[in-house]
Nanobody, 116 residues
Framework: QVQLVESGGGLVQAGGSLRLSCSAS????????VGWYRQAPGKQRELVAS???????NYVDSVKGRFTISRDNAKNTVYLQMNNLKPEDTALYYC??????????WGQGTRVTVSS
């Protein structure tokens, strides 16, 4: 079973930056669309950014221009650079395949807290 491990979260003031990392225990990212998701308290998990095997990226409107997703296939790792963070970005962040087919179990996530 593939394991996903997210890291890089923390407490930051509004306007600050964080870089999240997500590593997979084996190569499942290189041929798939991979996404970063977040779940805020009391809300459903949402997809905020994705990157295809060819490097095409997509973002939810609320993070466009502030977040950048990237991937390093050699390291089985996906990153999310988050700049100009806002309190509404506070959430538990996860990575996973966008497709439900072959999707591994969710990891523990990494918590991002943005203070105003």
């Amino acid at each position: 079973q593939v394991q996903l491990v997210e890291s890089g979260g923390g407490l930051v003031q509004a306007g600050g930056s964080l870089r999240l990392s997500c590593s997979a225990s084996r190569n499942i990212f290189s041929r798939n669309v991979v996404g970063w998701y977040r779940q805020a308290p009391g809300k459903q998990r949402e997809l905020v950014a994705s990157v295809s095997s060819g490097g095409i990226t997509n973002y939810v409107d609320s993070v466009k221009g502030r977040f950048t997703i990237s991937r390093d296939n050699a390291k089985n790792t996906v990153y999310l650079q988050m700049n100009n963070l806002k309190p509404e970005d506070t959430a538990l962040y996860y990575c996973n395949l966008v497709s439900v087919i072959g999707r591994p179990l969710w990891g523990q996530g990494t918590r991002v807290t943005v203070s105003s």
